[in-house]
Each structure stands twice: as C-alpha cells, then as structure tokens.
C-alpha cells in the first residue's frame, strides 16, 4: 500500500519528500528557556524555521512540562491569538496551533492555522472535535495514558508503564472514532 495524503497542500507520503515541522514555542514557563520565541523576534524566528526547510510552523503558548508553572486558559489565548495573526500570510508555511481548547483552536483556525495539534488525543475539551469537524482541518492526536487538563494548569499522572506499538495504535483509533 502506497501512502499518499494532502494535508494543507503538503504532499506527505511514500512518494513525497520529508516535512519539517519548525516549533515555536511562546511559553516561558517551559523548562527549556532556549526554546522560548519572544514575541519580537516571532516572524524572524518563523522565516529562519522556513529558510531551513520547515513546511510546517507548529505554535504552542503552554508549557506540556509536568513540572511548569499553571498558567490560565486566558493567558495561552493571549500568547497565541497575536501569533496567529502576525504568522497567517507572512510566512510560506501550513500553521499549526497547540492547544487543548476547543475555543482558542476555533479562534486561531479562524485567525489563519491550518492544524489543530491536541496533546491530550482530544481528550481534554468535549468540543474539539467539533471544532475540527467544522473547520475540515487536520488534526495531529497524541496518543496519552492518565493525562488530564484544566484551565488552570496541568496535573500528569505518571506511573511507569510499556506500552506496545498496538497499544499506542488502539488509543490513537479510539480518539479518532
């Protein structure tokens, strides 16, 4: 079986070239300070992502760290909503926003992204997948056990755990149905 599939007007398949996903990560709550994208240097940081070959600008405003400082729902809507708006049609790359909230993806796809990219496999907001449905858009699921969001923060349950490659399969096809 040969996979061939467009997403956003990227070809991705057998028969394509790699994409490169650029991540630009506006949470300065991440336990990686390099990693955080001021937003002065937002569009350079994007058009240097592009130049070195990224098709795909994935933009995150919390921090997944199960050790960060909580931040509120408000707070990633304002680190994100600007994004949005100063990337869509200056940058030649599909957008894709992270969040786990249906109304800050349904504002950013409205605002320009072209992706939703739920960490939680859409697990965290019941309206989601609504939000996708409507907007006809990819949807990048995460396959995750014991992982749980409030607007408030993030809470993680770590308990040491191996998990198969078809068990991964079954919960990514869970989410997806």
Not at 130 to 135: I, K
Request: negative net charge; contains cysteine; hydrophobic residues 45%.
């Amino acid at each position: 079986m040969v996979v061939d599939v467009d997403i956003c007007g990227l070809n991705v398949g057998d028969n394509h070239p790699v994409r490169l996903m650029g991540v630009l990560n506006l949470s300065h709550e991440s336990f990686y300070k390099g990693s955080v994208v001021r937003e002065d240097s937002l569009i350079d940081a994007a058009s240097a992502m592009v130049e070195e070959g990224a098709t795909v600008l994935d933009i995150g405003g919390r921090s997944t760290w199960p050790l960060a400082e909580p931040i509120s729902k408000e707070i990633e809507r304002e680190r994100l909503l600007p994004a949005i708006d100063a990337l869509a049609g200056n940058v030649d790359a599909v957008l894709s926003v992270d969040t786990v909230f249906a109304d800050i993806a349904d504002q950013c796809l409205d605002r320009g992204a072209d992706i939703v990219n739920d960490v939680s496999g859409l697990m965290t907001d019941e309206n989601m997948v609504d939000v996708v449905a409507n907007h006809e858009c990819p949807a990048v699921v995460m396959a995750s056990r014991n992982y749980r969001v409030t607007c408030l923060g993030w809470m993680q349950l770590w308990i040491p755990w191996r998990q198969s490659l078809s068990c991964v399969k079954g919960r990514v096809l869970i989410r997806i149905d």
